[in-house]
């Protein structure tokens, strides 16, 4: 099965309010965590990443969380726009120098105006 | 300053017929990689080159086979299509010596229908 899933298939959010995106993660090896933003037609887009030795990374209205302890990564946007609806998907690097990801299912955002 | 490029962007096969997908970047990075992507799934890995000269297979690597050409080129070849082989393709590259993914870069992708 997945070594990466997500809690949420899709989330729905009014425009300004702050999202979540939860993703669970099994490989305690995986020392590298990234979320991927994907617009419809569009290939993945690099938002946010984190690594294992860090508990937290702030970037341009996002943050991204790691809880080693319970293996969880989760994805804040604050001050959620339009712009910010697509498909967010987390990833683990579990192949070590060669950085094989393996991505979660993704949770559709959707974002209300 | 392209990033990465792949061709084509759409396909149409009919089962048994071969096609090669080609992926190329102009960023001078080391490692390439090839993904599909299918309805409700996250990406898989198909197969990888981590440095020009060299393959090695992905978490779904059967029914594919790839060739690094060059140091920009990598090309994933369906010799017999098949149609569980319908799906999205995306094409990635990396830089080495980066201590983070963020050079991780995605072409958009490759849709490919197979009848």
């Known amino acids: 099965g997945e070594s990466v899933g997500l809690h949420l298939p899709t989330l729905s959010v009014q425009e300004g309010d702050n999202s979540i995106i939860n993703c669970a993660y099994s490989?305690?090896?995986?020392?590298?965590f990234i979320w991927y933003k994907q617009e419809s037609g569009k290939g993945p887009q690099f938002i946010i990443d984190i690594r294992s030795n860090m508990d937290k990374r702030q970037g341009q209205r996002v943050t991204v969380l790691l809880n080693k302890t319970v293996k969880h990564l989760s994805l804040q946007i604050a001050a959620t726009q339009p712009g910010d609806s697509a498909v967010y998907f987390c990833?683990?690097?579990?192949?070590?120098?060669?950085?094989?990801?393996?991505f979660g299912k993704g949770t559709l955002l959707t974002v209300n105006p | 300053n392209a990033g990465v490029t792949q061709t084509p962007k759409f396909q149409v096969l009919k089962t048994g017929q071969s096609m090669t997908l080609q992926c190329a970047q102009d960023m001078n990075h080391n490692s390439m990689y090839w993904y599909r992507q299918d309805p409700g799934m996250g990406l898989r890995l198909i197969y990888y080159s981590a440095s020009e000269g060299t393959t090695d297979k992905g978490e779904v690597p059967n029914g594919y086979n790839v060739s690094r050409l060059n140091k920009r080129e990598f090309s994933l070849r369906l010799e017999s299509a098949a149609p569980s082989q319908t799906s999205v393709y995306f094409c990635?590259?990396?830089?080495?010596?980066?201590?983070?993914?963020?050079?991780?870069?995605f072409g958009s992708g490759t849709r490919l229908t197979v009848v």
């Open positions: 990635a590259s990396r830089i080495w010596g980066r201590h983070t993914l963020e050079g991780y870069t």
């Open positions: 490989n305690s090896a995986s020392d590298y």
């Open positions: 990833a683990e690097n579990s192949g070590g120098s060669n950085y094989k990801l393996t």
